[in-house]
């Protein structure tokens, strides 16, 4: 069945939601903390090793109690039931969206038109281990009898953005394999990529879902190319694999049947890391690695289909981010994780969240007069701190955080780890606290006169009162990526439930794949 079709703006809870936020809006996050000295802890908790605290916010608990309402008025709990059991939600395409079904670790049956997913879904994880498995021993040779030394994942938008970002996360976990990713198409990349490669050692897996983007498969045909200067047609089945829902066409392109990996029109392209599409993950980090990183994403989806409202992180996190949005009017939102590691999180990010809520017809098909999906952006602390948190901290606009830290670093360096959350969390305190007037006097009065003082005052106050999550994480594992991930696409789901959106179409790529083959210079 298809999502329940409510204005939220139309809910009694909305109406109480627009009263509450004038009372809100003035007061200041530092009153609410000497108002309630509990506040940290009663906005603030733990799943797994998760912990959220979310009390640096212009909310109180009544804020809270009303947003909730809001769920529950737009059916958040039917709009879950019917996520998870392969209800044909995605509307719009007909199709039912389960990317929860790829890291399913229960023993539950989960139906598409009848039929139980499940055995296909483990049929495919399997052939990946295998193959994983043969190319990380050296068993699977290229073409002349030489084992792989380096994989390139050819593939655009989703088909590249989830597995390049966790194949960059997750490479402390990593073989002896080197993984290059080759997306846009832009000839002189793939030239770059491919200079450093020996075609001999090389995998390359095709990536698309449909098997008919333009970029994908020029740059597939440029690599074609550029393999046989060196090796013969028949060659293409030892160094060439896809990944695909349209095998036919994968056939024509000259890979051999059993060198396909199938996907399934029930996992939309941002949400397909899940399933094949990760091969290069698979392949670069070992399957067991691979599948505790499935078993994330299954530890957070049943947190959220299971914790209460009030617990439950992505529901928590989504109405948070719907009270900026649409009562306070700020439009963007910025993540910043405090590693290295997750410095391609954003960019993934914007595809999931902007590509799923980027919407502005509801699910009657008529024209929203409400604001929905918002901007995100992002990069890594503390390099932020040296360049655009300048305008978060002392700009006009209200841009709410999600600083995202780990406990531990990897090599357990302390020292520098130790300096680095201490930005995570002096950042947090910097935007909720700011510098008063007094304040800045207080620092400056041995440093010159009044009059000097007094001109340079107004520029050195912060004004605070700003916005932040802070989600805390023991360790940057397999398991706490697969989950951290998980947790940004619930609470995708979750705005575009309460929007009363169609989350899982993108008619906006579609028009300019069908556009760019009309300019077409030929
Ligand atoms: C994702 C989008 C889009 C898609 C790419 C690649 O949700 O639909 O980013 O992943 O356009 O499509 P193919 O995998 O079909 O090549």
Redesign the pocket.
Known sequence: MALQNINPTKTKAWKKLENHFTEIKPVEMKTLFQKNKNRKEEFSFQFEDFNLDYSKNRIDQKTMDLLLELANECQLTDAIEKYFSGDKINTTENRAVLHTALRNKGNNAVQVDGTDIMPEVRETLAKMEQFSNKVISGEFKGYTGKAITDVVNI?????DLGPRMVVESLQFYKNHLNTHFISNVDGDHVVEVLKNLNPETTLFII????FT?QE?LTNALTVKKWFLQNAKESDIQHNFVAVSTNVEKVLDFGIDANNVFTMWNWV???YSLWSAVGLSISLAIGFKNFDNFLKGGYAMDQHFKNADFEKNIPVTLALISIWYNNFFGSESEVVIPYTQYLEKLAPFLQ?LSM?SNGKSVDRNGKPVNYQTGNIIWGNTGTNVQHAFMQLVHQGTKIIPVDFIGFKESLYGNKEPHNKLMANFYAQAEALYAGKTAEEVHLDMKFHGDLKKINALLPFKVFEGNKPSNAILIEKLTPKSLGSLIAMYEHKTFVQGVIWNIFSFD?FG?ELGKELAHKFLVK
């Open positions: 593939g655009i938008g989703g088909s990536v698309s879902k449909t983007t994908t939309g392209g941002r595809q590509e993108q790529v």
